[in-house]
């Protein structure tokens, strides 16, 4: 008689089938770092983390999980890889997640704080599809930006107080950052010893309200440190003229450079990033390029509570440069960062040699975007004016010749048509197209603009919160300078709070043209067409117009109101006229509704 008891048989069968079939194990695997030697102790998650990866690879499950606690990664042993990141700047990289040609993979935090140690990218995604990341927060040990309390100023110098975050030295007379810690060799940006964190400009914040301070301005040309020599415990007087500062604001240091981007995306698509906290990272927050199907839900880019920080991300919070799918962020908090909330946008090369009718020379002028390719065979290429931006037609793309960072020797089927000049500009027709969704979420207190919307699909920005220093939506685009195609061609606005927009230097309007079309082509160039806004709510302390436009196609203005509001001074004791329209075709302008303060809290 057979006594083996029936528990162990069914044991035995289950281990049967796991080895005979590990199909069955890969569909229900889950890879815990913790198994693999993570601790949150401040010991180096990074080793655990390629494990895990390479568990991923092989086929040994789909899914990274953490636990909660606090999770520090350094470069000592992380991935290595130069990048070319648009609108940052480009570099050889250190990266802790790096996620490359993975398809499928999902990285949940459990609630986890992730804290990146000197000049660690925290996540890259090339290459890959269908990645999802959740439950975790991003946070640094020392932020890139260094933030000083002024105690006094001066034409000619500032008095500031540092707290231990921020530890620094004056050498040869000059400030300089650092992260505290003494190298025994030479400093780099890759080592666990001493860092130096170069600083590039200045800007003033207003401790009480959490935003920019009123109507201050950036300082630039600092790049090569400032003299400074000290006056107390952890106290020094900078010799620089001309701040724009009030005693008792926080002067903040921003990184000279934009090198450790938080969340990269290149070449990828079906990313969604859903509960996610990023509290710092020294360039954008997320930046895509070239990639398709991107789902924000609940990201966060906000400063870590205690009050000792105000500054999050030291550039955008997110930014998308020749994305197509769908773009959605939804129920999203992005404040206090050193940069707009987002930019949607494609990229233009300038013509600088024509060699024969079918072939030419194109560059990538602005350096932020060398290196960021984007023509290849079979690219359908939108050709545009330089000064006006006016669209001269179209080619496909035969071949190209790619010369180095900078320059791209491109051949096409058929010929140029004959205006087309050196000078002008050529763009991915095709790409730019996402149609873009932005819901219910909350931008404030961050340095400049709200939304820079470029993309050429359809944009819908509902229920959101607006308050920005600058223009809470702008509509940019230019081949001069920046070098970001844009042209949107369907944009609603609705239902939004413009909550007293405009309360510093970056804006002409609530809603704002800011495209580079040369003033003598405004009246006859439409760069952005179709743009409906209807029943938003404006709060307004009347220093610039609602509507700042030029160069339109197509605008509708209904159904709004507005409620006047004195929360900030009119620096030339003058309110504005509501709306500053010229050079636009079929502008139709319904006067908004004044309510009370009461009845736009109510309604």
């Not at 935090?109 to 269908?130: D, K, N, R, W």
């Not at 000059?174 to 400093?187: D, E, M, R, Y």
Request: hydrophobic letters at 35%; aromatic letters at 8%.
């Amino acid at each position: 008689m057979n006594t083996t008891p029936i528990h162990l048989v069914a044991g035995l069968l289950l281990l049967w089938t796991t080895v005979a079939n590990p199909a069955v194990a890969r569909e229900a695997g889950v890879i815990d770092v913790r198994e693999l030697g993570a601790k949150p102790d401040g010991s180096d998650t990074t080793p655990s983390v390629r494990a895990a990866l390479e568990a991923v690879r092989k086929g040994e499950g789909s899914k990274i999980t953490f636990g909660p606690g606090r999770y520090d990664f350094y470069p000592d042993r992380a991935f290595e890889e130069y990048l070319f990141v648009s609108n940052n700047d480009e570099g050889l990289k250190r990266i802790a997640f790096p996620l490359k040609e993975m398809d499928g993979l999902e990285i949940d935090g459990g609630g986890a704080t992730f804290v990146f140690h000197g000049y660690t990218v925290p996540f890259l995604i090339s290459g890959s599809s269908q990645v999802k990341l959740r439950n975790f927060s991003v946070d640094f040990s020392r932020p890139f930006h260094s933030e000083g309390k002024v105690l006094a100023i001066t034409p000619q110098h500032v008095d500031l107080e540092f707290t231990e975050h921020y530890p620094f030295e004056i050498r040869n007379g000059v400030l300089v950052f650092t992260n505290g810690k003494k190298a025994k060799t030479k400093a780099t940006t890759v080592t666990s010893g001493e860092v130096v964190y170069p600083y590039g400009s200045l800007l003033a914040f207003d401790p009480i309200k959490q935003e920019t301070a009123f109507m201050a301005k950036d300082r630039y040309q600092v790049g090569a440190g400032i003299a400074a020599h000290p006056i107390g415990p952890n106290r020094i007087r900078l010799r620089i003229p001309n701040i724009s500062a009030r005693v008792g604001e926080i002067l903040v240091f921003s990184p000279k450079n934009r090198d450790v981007p938080g969340v990269i995306v290149t070449d990828s698509s079906g990313v969604r990033l859903t509960d996610i906290t990023l509290h710092h990272c020294g360039g954008m927050g997320v930046i895509a390029q070239r990639s398709a199907d991107l789902f924000y839900t609940r990201l966060k880019v906000t400063p870590p509570s205690g009050g000792h920080r105000i500054i999050s991300t030291t550039a955008d919070a997110t930014h998308f440069v020749n994305c197509r799918g769908r773009i959605e962020m939804v129920d999203c908090l992005f404040e206090q960062q050193k940069d707009d909330p987002t930019n949607v946008h494609g990229l233009y090369a300038k013509i600088t040699h024509i060699f024969a009718p079918n072939r030419f020379e194109v560059s990538m002028i602005h350096p932020q975007q060398a290196g960021v390719d984007f023509i290849g065979a079979g690219t359908r290429l939108e050709l545009n004016d330089g000064p006006s931006l006016t669209e001269e037609g179209f080619a496909n793309v035969k071949s190209v010749e790619r010369l180095n960072k900078h320059r791209t020797i491109v051949e096409i089927e058929g010929t140029l048509p004959e205006s087309v000049t050196v000078g002008d500009s050529v763009a991915d027709a095709d790409a730019n197209t996402a149609e873009v969704l932005i819901r219910n979420c909350v931008m404030r207190g961050n340095r400049a603009r709200g939304l820079l919307l470029g993309s050429r699909g359809k944009i819908v920005i509902e229920g959101n919160t607006f308050h920005t220093p600058g223009a809470a939506i702008l509509f940019e685009g230019d081949s001069r300078f920046w070098f970001e195609q844009a042209g949107v061609r369907d944009v609603v606005i609705r239902g939004n709070t413009f909550d007293n927009c405009n309360y510093g230097v970056w804006g002409t309007g609530t809603i704002q043209v800011g495209s580079g079309i040369a003033e003598e082509f405004r009246s006859t160039s439409r760069y952005n067409r179709n743009i409906r806004i209807e029943n938003n709510l404006f709060r307004s302390f009347g220093r610039v117009p609602l509507l700042s436009l030029y160069s339109v196609d197509g605008l509708t203005f209904t159904g709004n109101r507005l409620e006047k509001t004195t929360d900030y001074p009119l620096p030339d004791g003058q309110e504005s006229k509501l709306f500053d329209v010229t050079d636009s075709d079929d502008v139709k302008i319904e006067e908004p509704s004044t309510v009370s303060e009461e009845a736009a809290v109510g309604g």
